[in-house]
């Protein structure tokens, strides 16, 4: 009896293997669901040299990257000389004149690389996660030169809301980046968005794209938050409420700022009758930190106290969301959804949400109890919103529903009947 063949699946994600790229954990998702149903799985990613690794669930193909070693350089000599100049000038040059973005080199580089060619020979199909979008671009030539499906992980668009201002603000590389797109588009055979919104902008523009695109959203991580059992008691009346804010501000999206999450906070500063405490933990930008100085200033002498804490460990940070009595979400954004969303969710601790009405995390949080959801845009602020925050973090009484569309036994669904689906 012949023994059928394994079937064998492509990813290629650039950033795999940094632990502060958040795409690293969709792609460990992939992975796993892949392995569950027999699949071998190749990972092309960036490194410091061409080499590959076995495991028995597949092999991982470094391709050096030769820009982002550079970059890795500058950031250690920026520590040492106290000045970020080389680096911003090194980011701006490549950022700004790579398109769709400095992996292009890279992504030239995996294409030629006799070790790539020689390990892919025999794949089933290819899937690219982005950003960066040049993962794509490596992908769709693989996709054609092997006559194999295209999946394209848009996660949160392209041109929809750009990562580089530099796109909306020079024609030429609009245009440029437009036609990458559809070439792409065009090719794919499956397209994966993390929320409906970031796919009606999609197919708004692009009408081909409608039927091939499917909403997979992120997912709760595996980590299990385990309360005492005293944690919805009430809380000491002489303690303060302590709230968090765990992530970056600016990152990859440009509208997330500090005093957008902490403005309602101010406005409202003089009717609370709890003195708080919001801790912001993680690595924040300079112009951040510059901005932050000034919320010690306004919130100086009043019963709101600001602290800033630097990263930590994924596992760390989650015990930080337990110890503390509620957590803050900003989501400035119509269509993306922050991962920490559904890091949030499953702790089951009351979430204030700091948003735009009917964005995608607006929608989200209807069937999510536990979520206090305040439209900074209104003309008329809804204050109650707040008060009602605080109110449950400090008795620990409200209402919690965890929905199970955001598991991974539900998205692992979608995803390898999208596959399944591409191969038949």
């Not at 940070?317 to 993306?336: K, R, V």
Request: net charge positive; hydrophobic share 40%; aromatic share 12%.
């Amino acid at each position: 009896m012949n023994r059928k063949k394994q079937k064998k699946g492509l990813l290629i994600a650039p950033f795999w293997g940094k632990s502060d790229h958040v795409g690293v954990y969709r792609i460990d998702r992939f992975k796993r669901w892949l392995i569950a149903e027999g699949y071998m799985v190749i990972i092309i990613k960036g490194g410091i040299k061409n080499e590959t690794q076995m495991f028995d669930w597949g092999i991982e193909i470094s391709v050096r990257n030769s820009i982002d070693n550079i970059t890795t350089k500058l950031i250690k000599l920026s520590s040492k000389i106290h000045t970020k100049l080389f680096l911003y000038i090194w980011n701006t040059l490549f950022s700004s004149l790579s398109i769709p973005d400095a992996n292009r080199l890279w992504a030239r580089e995996v294409l030629k690389l006799p070790l790539v060619k020689d390990n892919i020979e025999d794949i089933n199909f290819v899937l690219s996660s982005s950003p960066p979008h040049s993962s794509h671009i490596v992908a769709l030539n693989i996709s054609k030169n092997l006559n194999i499906p295209l999946i394209v992980d848009l996660r949160d668009g392209w041109l929809d809301d750009p990562l580089h201002p530099s796109i909306k603000r020079w024609k030429i590389r609009e245009k440029l980046e437009k036609k990458w797109e559809m070439r792409i588009i065009k090719q794919a055979n499956q397209i994966f968005v993390t929320s409906q919104n970031w796919k009606n902008l999609l197919t708004n523009r692009i009408s081909t794209a409608k039927s091939k695109t499917k909403v997979l959203t992120n997912a709760y991580p595996l980590y299990e938050f385990i309360e005492s059992s005293s944690a919805h008691e009430s809380k000491d009346n002489n303690r303060n409420i302590m709230l968090l804010h765990a992530g970056k501000f600016l990152g990859t999206r440009y509208s997330n700022t500090v005093d957008l999450l902490l403005r309602p906070f101010l406005d409202h500063i003089e009717y609370f009758t709890d003195a708080i405490e919001i801790t912001l933990l993680g690595n924040l930008s300079r112009k951040d930190l510059y901005e932050l100085k000034k919320w010690f200033n306004y919130f100086k002498n009043s019963k709101c106290t600001i602290w800033h804490k630097p990263r930590v460990s994924r596992t760390k940070m989650f015990e930080y969301i337990l110890s503390n009595d509620g957590l803050l979400l900003l989501a400035a954004s119509q269509a993306f959804i922050p991962s920490k969303t559904f890091e949030y969710i499953k702790s089951k601790k009351p979430i204030l949400v700091v948003t735009l009405k009917d964005s995608s995390v607006w929608n989200l949080a209807k069937d999510v109890p536990q979520m206090f959801v305040y439209d900074y845009t209104s003309s008329k602020k809804d204050y109650d919103i707040i008060d009602n925050f605080l109110n449950v973090c400090r008795t620990g009484k409200f209402e919690i529903n965890v929905p199970d569309q955001y598991s991974e036994e539900h998205l692992s669904k979608i995803f390898m009947r999208s596959i399944e689906g591409c191969l038949d």
